[in-house]
T-cell receptor
Framework: GAVVSQHPSRVICKSGTSVKIECRSLDFQATTMFWYRQFPKQSLMLMATSNEGSKATYEQGVEKDKFLINHASLTLSTLTVTSAHPEDSSFYIC????????????????FGQGTRLTVV | GQQVMQIPQYQHVQEGEDFTTYCNSSTTLSNIQWYKQRPGGHPVFLIQLVKSGEVKKQKRLTFQFGEAKKNSSLHITATQTTDVGTYFCAGTGNNRKLIWGLGTSLAVNP
């Protein structure tokens, strides 16, 4: 399957600082990238969907000024957690889909390894 | 909005026993995908089902997509300790978004 690289895998930061997480599709062009948050023993919670070259679409309840998403190219999307607080500590996972290939809408998602964020 | 319900939430089996997890959607799905997430890892794609009534097998895993394309199941025959993890279904809804089930966590006693 296709490879999605997410960096860093773990980060510890001080309360009030910002953290940037990168998500790269290594061997395919990702028309659409998704950012998820996962709490322990729970399912994936979609935070936002980003399409290359356009503004991200945020899910209800997700603060777009706090979770800044940039999808500047077909292989890179970034999530910046601004002014992080302890309640932002979580596992953040990105995934990428090719989107439309020909006439087929391919929604198969390839996931990054995830980023464990701890805010102290 | 569209929802995908997945049951059971947890399942604890003895090694060698069978295991099944079920997903039910409130609306018709374009396709359904299954993912496995090992403890501490990220979800990994297992399979996609597209056709009504489709059945696919991967060794001891059998995946089914219902005739109405609203439900699906994953059945594991003779579980092994390597099957431990959380199994998620995700369906593509009419807005082309993936809608995730809450997952079924499988524990296997050796």
């Amino acid at each position: 399957g296709a490879v999605v690289s997410q960096h860093p895998s773990r980060v510890i930061c001080k309360s009030g600082t910002s953290v940037k997480i990168e998500c790269r599709s290594l061997d395919f062009q990702a028309t659409t990238m998704f950012w998820y948050r996962q709490f322990p023993k729970q399912s994936l919670m979609l935070m936002a969907t980003s399409n290359e070259g356009s503004k991200a679409t945020y899910e209800q309840g997700v603060e777009k000024d706090k979770f800044l998403i940039n999808h500047a190219s077909l292989t890179l999307s970034t999530l910046t957690v601004t002014s992080a607080h302890p309640e932002d500590s979580s596992f953040y996972i990105c995934s990428a889909s090719q989107g439309v290939t020909g006439i087929v809408w391919n929604t198969e998602a390839f996931f990054g390894q995830g980023t464990r964020l701890t805010v102290v | 909005g569209q929802q995908v319900m997945q049951i059971p939430q947890y399942q604890h089996v003895q090694e060698g026993e069978d295991f099944t997890t079920y997903c039910n959607s409130s609306t018709t799905l374009s396709n359904i995908q299954w993912y496995k997430q090992r403890p501490g890892g990220h979800p990994v794609f297992l399979i996609q089902l597209v056709k009504s009534g489709e059945v696919k097998k991967q060794k001891r895993l059998t995946f089914q997509f219902g005739e109405a394309k609203k439900n699906s199941s994953l059945h594991i025959t003779a579980t092994q300790t390597t099957d431990v993890g959380t199994y998620f279904c995700a369906g593509t809804g009419n807005n082309r978004k993936l809608i995730w089930g809450l997952g079924t966590s499988l524990a296997v006693n050796p």
